[in-house]
């Protein structure tokens, strides 16, 4: 069979159709003529070898060639010949800009087929290629959906239907009894460690050690005077009650009321609390002198007395500090003495209510001269007694904290057994934690607890630092202590002994590192952090530097993170006026769950419900349960107002509180008409008063009293109810 002649090919100026497209490169020659001809030498093939099936005999070629032609050699494509990168993509702009219609010898009806995306996913040939996953709430079944949201393990799955059952008909708050569908009930949802996680600290010396490394020592009233927040004003008025008919009442710091009181007032010749206010409110209003900064449940603790940890501000704001006097947030601040509070609140009846006849008890003040508290965190791990009762003490656990002198610090709670009589309040001076470090150069920010022994903390410096205390403890015991290590803080605990080394320290964000939470107890090595480079990252501890995953970026750095362990699903808000959901296998989408007006200041999970608490800085404090959204996106999300606060400055500041708000459906979509946050196209955020936010909110970590929530504000004013329905 004789070869086919070469394809001419004119020397004319190519003139590509019209485009109607913008071009942000046109006009620019990013392709010059040496880099066209570098790109003409890529195009060809590497095997120099020659083919004498495709070969060009360049003698014939030459004979039948005109002048001012060329030849192009045929490589089975029709004529097309070899072209640069540069004409690839003349080309192809210029079959996307055409609007004549179909091709020559095309058939409309082959252009108008189009495969859906569902059937597309299934094609058996591997024409289509995807480098991302599909969004199961367009794309597929619920069986798709859960299969993306909580993968295909059977045990999940088990899991996700039984909290389902259990969780999905309490719209808003947790349920205390079982409802008519069988379902409601808070409870375990899995089983925890309880006894070998604690060998390190009752068979291995790690109680003896931080007991005597914290070398206690009892204060009176007057010498922990200075210690305590430092009030502003003598009593602190606001109103409370039923709408159009409340009263203002009056507290003192320290003081406290019984809610019941603001709605059927007490007869004015005693204070006594009538019979039939006991179903009607249970809980308490409590004044702490200052803004509560943190606020969180002790665990482990199954009798009817609950623990409360309260940390405030060093002193109340007075709007005239200057500006030159304000500490670096990367550099350690100065030592000044701080206090955290230690409430204790009883249940009553079988179902362990929260009782309102016995008052709160503050039963020990915990006085440092390491800075004021960024944030604490009791140890969540579940543990069994091993005869503290014996020894005539009760361990309310192991707290962990950062102060502003950027240490990590673990202390060891103990309180005298005694749950007759009532507490007397004690001021307790510790002189060092059980436990201290800090990583050089710069100072702890967050930290959150991996099991009993390790706790994680992020740093100024986007960096990462994981402690195991058992381990610390068991390398100090067995080294010399190193006198004048640290001179420059006689009382720093690594003045005697050398500051504990991590275990792991590497670089995980750009910037300062604002909120750290684990995945425990599910997956305690997932560690999901925020950072004022706008990313929330997850990250997997068993391998950090390959197996990690980026949010979408935010404007603004977030410092609200909560795991929701039914979902395995992390709580986060948006910038503005959103709470989403980002679950752990598609951790790079989020789902809106609840939408809010001021801006989210903190965020609690139940840890035996799903139910969620959001505070906001509009001092709202809003109610909802995420599981109805996350397994039904179709289905109307709810949310409900537990209380609102707000604050006025006129005379010496005054406080309003509102309740009973209905339930509401939530709007989780933003619209670009009608919404109240846009302006001309821009959303806006609304400036509160400092005092008026709620800044910190709690659930109870125990499971007979897992419906007792907290809630602090600005103002100084602190709110525990039982909210279980």
Known sequence: MEDSPPTRRTLRERKPNKKYSVDAFQGLNILGSDSEADAEIVQQPQDTEEDEDFAVDKATGDDDVGEGDEVSADEGSGGAGNKTPVEDFEDAMSYASSADGPGIGESPKSLDEKVPWDNAMKRPDDSIHSRGLPEPAQYGSKDHQLKYLFGTDPEDIIRLVQSRDKWAQDITLPSRRFNGCGSGVMGHTRHMEAMTAWDWYYEHGGREWMLRKQDPQLLSLTEARRYLPQYSRARHKFLMGPYGKQQVFELAPGSFMRIGEAWVPAPATERAFPESLKSRREGWMLNVG?????????????????????????????????????????????????????????????????????????????????????????????????????????????????????????????????????????????????????????????????????????????????????????????????????????????SEYAMPRPIFYQFIHQSYILAIVSAYPDHPHFLATTSMDGYTRLTDLRAPSTDFILSQRSRLGGSVLDYHEPLQAFISSEENDFVRVMSLRRFFSSLNVARVDGQVLSVAVGKFHPCVLVGCADGTVIATNPMRRVLHPKTQQFQQIWFQHEWTRKGEGMSRITEGYKLETANLMRMLKGDKKIKDGVVYSTIHEAETGVTQVAWNSNLRCGGWAAAGMGSGLLRVEDLAL
């Not at 067995?478 to 420059?488: D, E, I, M």
């Open 290 to 494: 200052a803004k509560v900064r943190c606020l969180d449940w002790a665990p482990n603790q199954n009798g009817n007395i609950q623990y409360l940890a309260v940390a405030t501000n060093d002193s109340p704001p007075t709007g005239h500090e200057e500006p030159s006097s304000a500490v670096s947030a990367f550099t350690p601040g100065q030592q000044t003495q701080a206090s955290i509070q230690i409430w204790a609140f009883r249940a009553a009846g079988p179902e362990y209510c929260l009782d309102s006849t016995r008052s709160p008890e503050l039963v020990r003040v915990l006085c440092t001269d390491w800075g004021h508290l960024r944030q604490l965190k009791w140890c969540p791990v579940p543990r069994t007694s091993r005869g503290e009762e014996i020894r005539g003490k009760t361990l309310i656990g192991l707290l962990a904290g950062i102060w502003s002198d950027g240490h990590v610090r673990v202390i060891d709670i103990e309180l005298e057994l005694d749950r007759e009589r009532s507490f007397a309040t004690t001021y307790v001076k510790y002189r060092s934690g059980g436990f201290a470090s800090k990583p050089p150069n710069t100072i702890c920010t967050c930290v959150t607890w991996l099991s009993a022994s390790e706790l994680a903390v992020g740093c100024a410096n986007g960096f990462v630092a994981i402690w195991n205390i058992a381990e610390s403890i068991a390398l100090a015991s067995k080294s010399p202590p190193t006198a004048g290590l640290h001179s420059q803080n006689a009382d720093s605990p690594s």
